[in-house]
Structure formats: structure tokens, C-alpha cells
């Protein structure tokens, strides 16, 4: 037995926090008392005096191959990060993800994280082995995480109506030649991870990402489906991330992507949507009505120029709200702190009125109990409370963030920034101490992940070439799908003056 003593316990729930001592039986919370209450000899103590005790933060979409993949572009909107995307991430072996998953774990945990929803990629298609390699990272490190093969049967480029046609010649063949594994041998492969999934599933479970509508054909997320629906798996998707992808959406299909989802009956309380930053009302009533979920990514959609997501709305609608970061390839970092904070800032700024914002009291919640229903996991994480996962985090109050401590949950979002983070426990397990992951060899992990880098850069040196030379055309190309109608449809942009952003027209 361990107890957790003397600290400023903040629940999920709660706003302010009270001194209380945490009895931890094995993995889990078995009671919360008075300080000083439990008085048994065998138990071990943690001294948590001075201490802020919140629950573990939980990232609803990342990708733990981003691990390697900070700070690698810029001016870059999606259709740029995609077209980037076989250079940064290409020639990667078993190890490599490893050692990309293992640099993100730790971030995790350094910085308050204690489970995340991990959308891992492997080209051409999964593998039982890059899994393995990535959920041997997270167990290294004693992160908890729904890993979710990311797939598709179609390129970027064959997933753009026109594009590989609108390249020029010597370009053509060469992205026109480009493919992914075949929806067969995809969908073959998860049936085959799903049937032998080695892990105890609340520590490390299956779930499985078609990455993007228009990267899939209908059969292919059909296939998807039906192997989730099987194994009892969750699954999300990037939904109607930048605003002219999502117009184009309904220009060449007639439907949203949530539609689309939903028409291969995908859409249910097992569906996670990411960003979902250009959707309708009807899209926000399906979310809900079915169950479903979003991961408010809002770092990651400033950084990518994506757009502000109607949070206030989801809510409205009746739809869990979970947050997540996104991959470091787009968001730089794993900090659940500041995406808190992204959040309750970005919806400061849509022109709503301040009782509408979201506080710091509900971006906590989301972050922790939210994103826990995102993993599926909300039974047993995300609160502090008798019966769920001792997955804590101990922020130092002697530390500058909480000099003084005037309030604990405005702190928390406002003011925190990781650094404050001194110990983490992940189902009791002790994890983080002295604000350092234990166990990990910082400075080796520095040197394999630079050497990586540097093997990496060279074998996909010809790629980034190529992907340099075409990218102002398909972004050019990609930026002029969407026609006014099809941006009129995402009504969204209209402010309250009744006046469209897009275009200025009254409406
Ligand atoms: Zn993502």
C-alpha cells in the first residue's frame, strides 16, 4: 500500500483543491482521507507536502512518430505537412519508431501527460513488429495509450481530385507511381493485430485511424469498420481539419466527412473525430446524437493555419470534448499544458461573449476526464476519485507558477507550462521524479535520436527534393479546390454581423 500524503488534491471536478492523503492499492485509488489518517506501518509513504496532486493530463491525438519530427517545418498549412510527409517520415525502421515513441512518452510524462491516443504510422501499411516497437517504447516509459494504426489505400496525391494531372510532366509519374499498401493487406494486417493483441487493454490498447476520408475509399473504411466493430476497437479520423479541404469535400462528394464516416457507419460512441474544426451544425448534432467524441487540437491548428474549432457548439450539441496536441511534425511539442491553454484561449476570440468561453475549470476537465472518453478509458482514468488508475501528477508549489497560489485551476491552464511538473505516477508506478522520466539516459536518448535524424535525412534526402519542388503547386492547387459554394456550405465562417469572411458578402 502506498499513501500520497499531505497534498493539494485536485480532482477532475473540483476547482480549488483540499488537503488529502491518497491510499493506492497496486494500480489504483482505494480511498482518499484525511491527512494523517491512515496509520498502518507496512505502508509506504510519498511525501506530498507543498505539492498540487491533479489527475494525469491525457492527449487525445498525437503520433508518436512525430517523435523525430520537431520543429521540420514552418509556413506549412496541412496540404505541405502532407506533401512533406514521405520524407519526414520515410525509410524509418522497426527501431526508429521506437526510438520516435520513446522521445514522445517521455515528453509526455515530463511534461504531466499520463495516457495519449497515439494515431502511429508505418509505411506502406502496420506491421505487427512497428507496433511492438512503438508499445515497447510505452511500456519503457510506463505511459498508458490507445495506439491506433494510421491508414489509408490512397496517396495524398491520388486523394486530390486533379492534382497528380496538374503536375508538371517529370512530377506526374513519379507521385502519380507513389502507393500505400493496398487496401486488402491493410485491412488483413489489423485483422491480424486485433486478433492477437498482446497487452493488458488498459494499459496499452488497439484502435484503429483511417487518417483522412478522402485517403480512403469506401470499401477500405468499410473494411476498417468491420474489423473495429469485431474486436470491440475504437477508431478516429482527422475530420474537416483546413477549410478548403472540407469545402472540397462537399464539392466532390455532395457530403461532409463526417457524413462520408458516418455513411460507412462509422460514426458511434467508439469515433473520435480530430480537429473537426470545419463542420456543420448537422455535423455537430451527428457527433453527438451518436455518441461520438472530438480532440480539440487548437495548437496544432494555429501552427497549420487550420482555423478555430466551434468548441462552445460540440458542447452544445451534446459532444464529449477530449484535447489533444497532434503530432510533433505539426504542433512541436506534447505539452497537454499549453494545448490547455490554446484552448481556453482560442475560443476567447470567435467573437462569442465571455459566458461562452471556454474556462479553465472546463479545459481541465476536458483534458482529463474528455480525452479519457476519447481513449474510452473513462471508467478508470482521468479523475481522482476511489476506483480509478492512481495516475497522478505532482506540480511543485514552491515552483515560480504558483508564487502565490491564488487559484489552482486558473493556474493550472493560465500559468503552468510543465515546468512545476515533479513527480508522476502512472497506475501507481512511479515514473517521473525531479521533473525527469526515470529509467531513461536523457543524454543517450539525445545522441540516437541526432544520429537518426542525420541517416534519416540522407536516405530521404531525394524525396524532400522533390517534395520541395512541387509544393507551391499543390499547395496552389489544393488552396483553389474549394469554389464559393462549396466554402458557403461550412456556415461556420459567418460571423454574427452576418457578413462571410470568405468572400465578404452579406449573407
Ligand atoms: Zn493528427
Keep these: 500500500m502506498l499513501v500520497i500524503s499531505g497534498g493539494l488534491v485536485l480532482a477532475a471536478d473540483a476547482a480549488r483543491g483540499a488537503l488529502r492523503d491518497l491510499v493506492i492499492d497496486g494500480d489504483t485509488i482505494v480511498d482518499i482521507v484525511a ?14 507536502r507543498r505539492r ?10 498525437t503520433h508518436s512518430h512525430g517523435g523525430l519530427s520537431k520543429g521540420v517545418g514552418d509556413l506549412w498549412s496541412l496540404e505541405h505537412l502532407l506533401n512533406a510527409a514521405p520524407w519526414i517520415g520515410g525509410e524509418r525502421r522497426h527501431q526508429d519508431k521506437h526510438l520516435a515513441a520513446l522521445i514522445n ?17 508505418e509505411f506502406p501499411a502496420p506491421t505487427v513488429e512497428g507496433i511492438e516497437a512503438v508499445a515497447s517504447a510505452y511500456d519503457k516509459v510506463g505511459l498508458r495509450a490507445v495506439i491506433a494504426p494510421m491508414v489509408a489505400d490512397l496517396t495524398f496525391y491520388q486523394s486530390v481530385p486533379g492534382l497528380i494531372d496538374a503536375l508538371p510532366d517529370d512530377a506526374r509519374a513519379r507521385a502519380g507511381d507513389m502507393r500505400m499498401g493496398g487496401a486488402d493487406n491493410t485491412v488483413a494486417a489489423l485483422r491480424l493485430l486485433a486478433g492477437r493483441w498482446p497487452h ?8 484503429i485511424a483511417p487518417t483522412i476520408p478522402q485517403h480512403c475509399t469506401r470499401e477500405f473504411m468499410i473494411g476498417c469498420r468491420d474489423v473495429a466493430r469485431q474486436h470491440g476497437l475504437a477508431m478516429q479520423t482527422h475530420v474537416s481539419e483546413p477549410k478548403y479541404l472540407s469545402a472540397s469535400a462537399f464539392r466532390f ?28 451544425d448537422k455535423d455537430m448534432a451527428l457527433l453527438g446524437d451518436k455518441g461520438a467524441q472530438v480532440s480539440h487540437n487548437a495548437g496544432s ?16 450539441h451534446g459532444v464529449t470534448v477530449g484535447i489533444g496536441t497532434d503530432g510533433s511534425a505539426s504542433s512541436d511539442n506534447q505539452n497537454m499544458f499549453e494545448a490547455m491553454r490554446y484552448a481556453a484561449f482560442v475560443s476567447r476570440i470567435r467573437g462569442l461573449p465571455p459566458d461562452q468561453w471556454v474556462s479553465t475549470t ?8 474528455g480525452s479519457a472518453r476519447v481513449l474510452g478509458m473513462q471508467d478508470f482514468i482521468g479523475r481522482i476519485a476511489k476506483g480509478y488508475k492512481a495516475d497522478l501528477v505532482l506540480l511543485d508549489l514552491d515552483h515560480v507558477n504558483y508564487m502565490p497560489l491564488n487559484d489552482a485551476t486558473n493556474q493550472i491552464v493560465f500559468t503552468e507550462d510543465g515546468t512545476a511538473v515533479d513527480k508522476v505516477l502512472i497506475g501507481g508506478r512511479l515514473v517521473v521524479s525531479g521533473g525527469r522520466a526515470i529509467g531513461i539516459d536523457h543524454a543517450a536518448l539525445a545522441r540516437q535520436a541526432q544520429e537518426a535524424m542525420e541517416r534519416l535525412a540522407a536516405l530521404n534526402a531525394d524525396a524532400r527534393r522533390f ?21 458557403h456550405a461550412l456556415r461556420r465562417d459567418i460571423p454574427a454581423a452576418g457578413r462571410c469572411v470568405h468572400c465578404g458578402k452579406a449573407q
Excluded: Q
Excluded at 491548428?301 to 452544445?316: K, Q, T
Design 35 to 48: 491527512p494523517g489518517a491512515v496509520t498502518s506501518a507496512d505502508a509506504e509513504v510519498l511525501d506530498a
Design 52 to 61: 498540487l496532486v491533479i489527475p494525469g493530463l491525457v492527449n487525445a491525438h
Design 105 to 121: 512518452a517521455v515528453e509526455h510524462v515530463e511534461k504531466g501527460s499520463t495516457a495519449c491516443y497515439d494515431l502511429m504510422f
Design 301 to 316: 491548428n494555429l501552427r497549420l493555419g487550420s482555423g478555430i474549432a466551434a468548441v462552445r457548439e460540440y458542447v452544445r
Design 362 to 369: 472546463e479545459a481541465f476537465r476536458m483534458a482529463t476526464k
Design 467 to 487: 517534395a520541395e519542388r512541387i509544393e507551391p503547386m499543390v499547395s496552389k492547387f489544393c488552396r483553389g479546390l474549394a469554389d464559393d459554394d462549396a466554402m
Design 253 to 280: 462528394t455532395g457530403m461532409s466527412m463526417t457524413e462520408t464516416m458516418d455513411a460507412c457507419g462509422i460514426v458511434g460512441p467508439w469515433f473520435s473525430a480530430a480537429h473537426a474544426v470545419w463542420i456543420t
Design 200 to 207: 493488458p487493454t488498459d494499459r496499452l490498447r488497439l484502435a
